[in-house]
């Protein structure tokens, strides 16, 4: 069967630390993959997008990494701090002509002062 | 840029009632999302739109669910009868375009109880 999986425990990190978050994937081969910020009571925000033939991408203190071989991802948020703490939400490209997103069920992360 | 506007932010209902929440997506954005989520879970997409055609419905309960896009801008979705199982939030999102690699942008969500 599909599968989408997000570390299903919440990460807990000291704040100037890197947090890793990691999507894996079963039986989907995306074209796209997305990542989201979620804060309590609202909607997900857009942070990244990296495609199947790229390998790493970065946005200020962001990296996400994409293997198509091991069909994972991982966010990295390099010298994290409390305001990063948020759910985050993988979203992998699929469908013909990858024409949809299917979300991942998120990572609750926590920098601690 | 206005964000996506929903409304209304919170309804509270008994079983077997009816619902509609309204989506005013960000101006000149083609295609809208209706998504559902559950709490602990990730958005799951009950509709999306291209204009004001339906481009996916594949997981929308059509026996009680029904949204339209009227114009091309704003759109509503409607619940009739509602279920204890609807309790949930319910997202609009919108793109450019259509497509996985278009980023999508989300309205804050209608939090809907079902008693």
């Known amino acids: 069967s599909q599968k989408i999986e997000q570390n299903s425990e919440a990460l807990n990190i000291q704040e100037g630390k890197t947090a890793t978050l990691t999507c894996n994937y079963t039986n989907y081969s995306p074209a796209y993959l997305q990542w989201y910020r979620q804060d309590p009571g609202r909607g997900p925000v857009f942070l990244l997008l990296i495609r199947e033939n790229e390998k790493e991408k970065r946005k200020e203190r962001l990296k996400v990494t994409f293997d198509t071989t091991l069909k994972q991802s991982l966010f990295h948020i390099t010298a994290s701090q409390p305001a990063d703490s948020a759910t985050y939400l993988c979203?992998?490209?699929?469908?013909?002509?990858?024409?949809?997103?299917?979300f991942g069920s998120g990572t609750r992360l926590s920098i601690r002062p | 840029e206005a964000g996506v506007a929903q409304s209304p932010r919170y309804k509270i209902i008994e079983k077997r009632q009816s619902v509609a929440f309204w989506c005013n997506p960000i101006?000149?954005?083609?295609?809208l999302y209706w998504y559902q989520q559950i709490l602990g879970q990730g958005p799951k997409l009950l509709i999306q739109?291209?204009?004001?055609?339906?481009?996916?419905d594949s997981q929308l309960p059509k026996d009680r669910f029904s949204a339209e896009r009227l114009k091309g801008v704003d759109s509503t979705l409607k619940i009739q009868p509602a279920k204890l199982e609807d309790s949930a939030v319910y997202l609009c999102a919108s793109s450019l375009d259509a497509g996985a690699h278009q980023p999508q942008h989300f309205g804050d969500g209608t939090r809907l109880s079902i008693l």
């Open positions: 739109f291209q204009n004001n055609g339906v481009v996916d």
């Open positions: 101006s000149g954005h083609a295609t």
């Open positions: 979203a992998l490209g699929v469908g013909s002509s990858a024409s949809k997103i299917i």
